[in-house]
């Protein structure tokens, strides 16, 4: 292993000096390497101050210690930073990919995404992760010499491929574009930068994706015993849950519930981590990986979850799609939300002059297509509290969303 700042780095772990570069060459820092400038610039944008008020789950209104899109993105950043520290892998990339993988999350959680995407269903629909990678290359206007945050190779890799391989070695559509196509703002940047999108990402993209499923898991159901969507005693459901529960419950039988909670949650983040360290390492070495590109030609994913923990992992998922995602308070909040986002991109569409002056400028006009996105990018920038005042502006009921 190679050593930098006093840390090893695992010969398959993507090198800052190594970097493929980024598409408006920039003189270097003197004081950061690319990938904890790209981080940098991350934690710098507007979109990511807007996290803050971006619901998870939950909307706003719900409560001061829920989980907002900000928070989320925080405690991705921290699972992504320990595994590629155990792994070997570079901490300032992971972190990066895991600070930006939300940024183009529309207001109001996943039910602001579906609202949007059945808007914009004529013009290529819309989705957050392809969202995002707009964000980053064009919709921060910050810079005095480009658009975006002119992010490194390796970073716009990793947030392209935050779910996997986006085609086949033929450069047919796989997964969720399989269907619809490869979206333009993908194959536009992959073009532009020669990125290839049969192959899976680097290792610390995969650490980040991966960090992004813990997180979820581990703290939707923090937020669900929280809002008493379920109680402890329900997640017996759950194995790996009810083992530490039991664990807990021998060692410290007079524990107040909330310390419970707490210490359940960090249990299960811990034994996730634990997992996916131990899992990541077997695999590694059975490809014998010495290379980033070994990492990214493997075939399948090398950083993730044992089988037994992907089991549990499902088991999960499971367990809160019916008393969380769509419990009865939270389906009717979700109704009303995806309403809010139908109304604006409704009124906005017929009524650009309404936008702000940077944002309409042009439309007039402008084509449908081109129309109908400049609206759903300026919708999924709102955060929900802007989105509420801006329906309140032209409607005469606007829900309150508690």
């Known amino acids: 292993m190679a050593v930098e700042a006093g840390r090893e780095r695992a010969p398959y772990a993507c090198d800052p000096r190594a970097s493929r570069g980024r598409l408006h060459p920039e003189p270097e820092s003197l004081s950061r390497n690319v990938f904890r400038r790209d981080c940098d610039r991350i934690i710098h944008a507007t979109a990511f101050r807007r996290?803050?008020?971006k619901t998870q789950v939950f909307v706003a209104h719900e409560g001061d210690h829920y989980r907002t899109r900000l928070t989320h993105s925080l405690e991705v950043a921290q699972i992504a930073r320990s595994l590629a520290r155990a792994l070997g892998l570079d901490e300032d990339l992971a972190e990066a990919l895991a600070l930006a993988h939300d940024l183009g999350h529309p207001p109001f959680g996943h039910a602001g995404e579906t609202a949007l995407d059945a808007c914009l269903s004529a013009f290529g629909g819309?989705?957050?992760n392809v969202q995002t990678l707009r964000v980053v290359t064009r919709l921060e206007r910050r810079y005095a010499e480009f658009d975006g945050l002119n992010l490194t190779w390796e970073t716009l890799e990793g947030l392209i491929k935050h779910n996997g391989p986006i085609a086949d070695e033929r450069g047919a559509p796989v997964g969720r574009y399989r269907e619809a196509g490869v979206p333009v703002a993908i194959r536009r940047h992959a073009q532009l930068l020669d990125i290839?999108?049969?192959?899976?990402?680097?290792?610390e993209g995969q650490a980040a994706a991966i960090a992004d499923d813990i997180a979820y898991d581990a703290h939707d159901l923090d937020d669900g015993l929280r809002a008493d969507l379920f109680a402890v005693d329900d997640l017996a459901a759950v194995p790996l849950a009810r083992d530490v529960l039991g664990d807990l419950r021998a060692r410290y039988p007079r524990?107040?519930?909330?310390r419970v909670v707490h210490e359940l949650i960090r249990r299960l983040i811990a034994r996730m981590i634990e997992d996916v360290v131990a899992a990541s390492s077997r695999r590694i070495a059975e490809r014998r990986a010495t290379s980033p590109d070994d990492i990214r030609a493997a075939g399948q994913t090398l950083i993730g979850f044992s089988p037994a923990m992907a089991e549990?992992?499902?088991?999960?998922?499971?367990?809160?799609?019916?008393?969380?995602?769509?419990h009865a308070r939270v389906i009717r909040i979700t109704s009303q939300a995806q309403d809010v986002v139908r109304d604006l991109f409704a009124h906005f569409t017929a009524a650009p002059g309404d936008l702000p002056d940077d944002w309409h400028e042009g439309l007039q006009s402008a084509g449908e297509p081109e129309r109908a996105r400049r609206v759903g990018d300026f919708i999924a920038g709102m955060t929900d509290n802007f989105?509420?005042?801006?329906h309140a502006k032209y409607f005469d009921s606007t829900p309150e969303l508690r």
Do not use: N, Q, S, V
């Open 51 to 53: 996290l803050k008020h």
């Open 126 to 128: 819309f989705d957050h």
């Open 196 to 203: 290839p999108l049969a192959t899976h990402a680097a290792a």
């Open 255 to 258: 524990l107040e519930p909330p």
């Open 312 to 326: 549990t992992d499902r088991a999960i998922k499971g367990f809160l799609l019916p008393r969380m995602y769509r």
């Open 387 to 390: 989105a509420l005042a801006e």
